[in-house]
Every structure is written in C-alpha cells, then in structure tokens.
C-alpha cells in the first residue's frame, strides 16, 4: 500500500533496521535511501538505528551514512548507545546469567555454533561466525562452550547451519526457553536478551529522552526481531514492513513498503 503524506513541522523518531531495511545482503546501500537519511538528519529529525547487530558493527554504518545521531539500538535492544562527544557510550544495557538457556538449546542443537555478548561488548564464540554478523573484527580462537556459562551476557546467538526452518522452529518450540526474550531469523540463527528486552522497548526509551510525542514515531523493519517494534510504532505513529518481510511482520505493521531491491526505504523516507 502507499503511505499518505505525513508531513509534520516537528521532529520524528525515525527507527531503521539496518540488514534486510537499510543496506543490502552483499553489504552495499542505495544511493536513493542514503540521500533520504541524510535528508531527514539534516531537517532536525531523530534517526536511530534499531539493530540487531553488536555496537562494533553498527558504528561504521553511520560514517557510509554520513550522520550523527545522538542514539543507537543495537543488540536486539539490549545496549543503547548515546553519543559523548566524537563517540558513543554505553548509556542502557540489560544483561542476564545465559547458563540455562545454552545448555537448553544445546541439548536439542548439539551442533550450533553459540557466541555470548558481555556487558562491554566483547563475544565469546565456540566457533566463527559468518562476516558481519557478530562484530568480531578479528579472528579470534573459539572458547569451550562451558566457558560461556559464566559470562554476564547481553545477547546470546545460536547458528545452527545444515538445518532447514521448518525443522529449525520445531526444535526451538521444544527448547520451551523461559526467562528471555528470543527472535528468529530466517535462516537458523536464534537470538536470546533478557526477558522483556527488544527493539520496541529501546526504542521507546529514546523516544522519552529525545522527548518526541508517540504520534511522530516511525520504524521500518524486515524481520522477525522487528515485529515488536513495527507493532509499537503503529500504535499511534507509523510501523512500516518492507515489502519482503515474513507474513508475521507485515501483519503487525501499519504500512507496508517496496521490496529493499525497490528501494521500499527510501519510498517511506521521502513521505516525511
């Protein structure tokens, strides 16, 4: 569907997925979206990326942009960024004991590759993960995976290739996972937060800081660890889908937009 025309005089909340929304799988960004973005950034409103990617990867998305927001959401919501000086400190962060969920998913995914996220940022990892994904700029050796059991964790990851969705999804309904939060990707990738932590929640932290009203909020996303914050935006501001998104996403969006080949993006940013 087409979005109408929303133009406001005061500020929005504009919340970006990064992958699947912004920037494409072979890593690159349109020329059409980035214009946008910096459009919006320089007319006073709030860009914030609402990610589940680490700070680490993250962070360089903002110099290809060519912005300098005062908020970042990464890790699925569990650690917000805010912007001191020429950089970003840790200003939120949520954090819980991952010993129960691991062993948990492992008894049903003895195969998975799992890396823990610190409170600090740093991952542990059992073994590489692909490019990009974890922020692990370096190759690093793989620890024991009882090692990861004593590790304060922000965010827990579970990579479970050779294994197709559908028998994926079985396994983790099986997992009966208490006490977290979890979203799936559409490949068998498993991400675990604390209980009540997503995107949706960071997100309206920062909106109550920056001090924007709910109705000027807009989020765009593509994935499943979108579907909270799609479905708080649309409330009383705009959830927008992209035009790929699973049936679920698209169902708890207000809006939905091009495919990210379409540049279904920029569409929407060119509405504000």
């Known amino acids: 569907m087409t979005a109408p025309s929303w133009k406001d005089t005061g500020g929005w909340l504009v919340a970006l997925d990064i992958d699947g929304t912004l920037i494409h799988e072979d890593g690159s960004l349109s020329d059409a979206v980035v214009t946008e973005v910096r459009r919006l950034d320089a007319a006073g409103h709030h860009v914030v990326l ?12 903002l110099d290809r ?37 691991l062993r948990a998913i492992r008894t049903h995914l003895p195969n998975a590759r799992f890396a823990v996220e610190d409170e600090l940022g740093r991952y542990r ?61 559409c490949t068998p990738w498993l991400d675990l937060a604390a209980e009540g932590v997503n995107k949706a929640a960071a997100a309206e932290r920062v909106r109550a800081e920056l001090a924007v009203p709910r109705h000027r909020v807009l989020a765009v996303g593509d994935g499943h660890n979108d579907i909270e914050l799609l ?42």
């Open 50 to 61: 609402t990610t589940g990617r680490s700070a680490a990867s993250t962070i360089p998305v």
């Open 65 to 101: 942009l060519g912005i300098t927001p005062r908020f970042l959401v990464c890790s699925n919501g569990a650690v917000t960024l805010r912007r001191s000086g020429s950089g970003f400190r840790r200003h939120h962060v949520e954090s819980f004991d991952p010993a129960e969920v």
């Open 125 to 185: 990892c059992t073994e590489p993960f692909p490019d990009g994904t974890t922020g692990l700029d370096d190759a690093q050796a793989a620890v024991p995976f009882e090692a990861l059991l004593t590790t304060k964790a922000t965010r827990v990851v579970a990579f479970a290739p050779g294994h197709d969705m559908d028998d994926f999804l079985a396994l983790v309904a099986k997992m009966h996972l208490r006490n977290v939060s979890f979203a799936l990707a």
């Open 231 to 272: 479905a708080w935006a649309a409330e009383r501001g705009r959830g927008v889908a992209m035009g790929q998104s699973p049936a679920e996403l698209i169902a708890a969006a207000g809006e939905l937009t091009g495919t990210l080949l379409e540049d279904g993006l920029a569409q929407v940013l060119a509405t504000l």
